[in-house]
């Protein structure tokens, strides 16, 4: 019995030696020569400015809200189509064009709040494009049916939103009249606040309306900055009492001549 357990190891040991351990050698030369996998080459990804068109690689770029910008001055800017770079874009429906030959001068100032004295969410948001529930608010049963629009809104923490572009006409003023020139909408550029008009205005708000100011300028010949309540008196109260035209006026730089209604709040 003993002698059959030692042939049968010896007759394994042969085989093993003639068949697999060859094989494996030769497996273990071949692996040896063979070149280390390469990694797979990235593929650069390339996005546009929105600003002037140019193509750039993504790592290159500015990326905001799913937006591009080859540098900060473009992402600063209003392009060629009317819209701001650094303001969140929520398109309105509440818009039409221009009159023909008529070149936008004029920057009306307004406030909002909903529900009314309530800041916060986005119900200006809602209403501003159609989608405001009425059911929501009792308030909001009595405007949920209008369609208005500014270009822009202000929020409480600085957040800069753009409904319309700035080449086609914002349903901001309604009823208006500025220095005898009728349908201010024609001519202006609408900015929303949001605020109550007898609240202090957010810093932050003020900051971002400076902004907002220098991109405006840059781009259109502003000849006049008014308030809601000067161009409808008796209709309107905002930017109310609480709305520092003086600070605006120094921040921005804004000549006397284009305040045609002074700087004390009112």
Not at 13 to 37: E, F
Not at 67 to 82: I, K, M, P, T, W
Not at 158 to 170: H, K
Request: aromatic residues 12%; proline residues 7%; neutral net charge.
């Amino acid at each position: 019995m003993v002698k059959v357990i030692e042939f049968i190891l010896f007759f394994a040991l042969v085989y093993w030696a003639i068949y697999i351990y060859p094989k494996r050698a030769a497996l273990k030369r071949q692996k040896s020569t063979q070149a280390p996998p390469q990694p797979k080459p990235q593929v650069l990804q390339i996005v546009t400015c929105s600003f002037c068109q140019i193509r750039l690689p993504l790592g290159d770029s500015y990326e905001f809200q799913k937006r591009y910008f080859c540098n900060l001055d473009h992402f600063s800017a209003v392009n060629e189509q009317g819209w701001l770079g650094s303001a969140k874009h929520l398109p309105s429906p509440n818009y039409d064009e221009r009159p023909p030959g008529i070149s936008v001068d004029t920057v009306v100032i307004h406030h909002i709040s909903l529900p009314e004295g309530q800041f916060g969410g986005n119900a200006i948001e809602a209403f501003f494009t159609n989608q405001l529930n009425p059911k929501d608010d009792p308030y909001y049963e009595t405007i949920a049916h209008l369609e208005v629009s500014p270009h822009f809104l202000i929020k409480r923490d600085g957040e800069l939103i753009q409904f319309v572009s700035t080449l086609n006409r914002a349903w901001h003023a309604g009823a208006s009249n500025l220095l005898g020139r009728e349908r201010v909408n024609d001519f202006s550029i609408g900015i929303e606040l949001e605020g109550t008009g007898d609240l202090p205005y957010e810093l932050t708000q003020y900051q971002a309306l400076v902004k907002l100011i220098s991109a405006i300028e840059k781009k259109n010949s502003i000849h006049y900055f008014v308030g809601h309540s000067d161009i409808s008196p008796g209709r309107k109260t905002d930017p109310g009492k609480s709305f520092d035209w003086q600070y605006v006026s120094q921040m921005s730089k804004i000549p006397e001549n284009k305040l045609p209604f002074g700087i004390i709040s009112r």
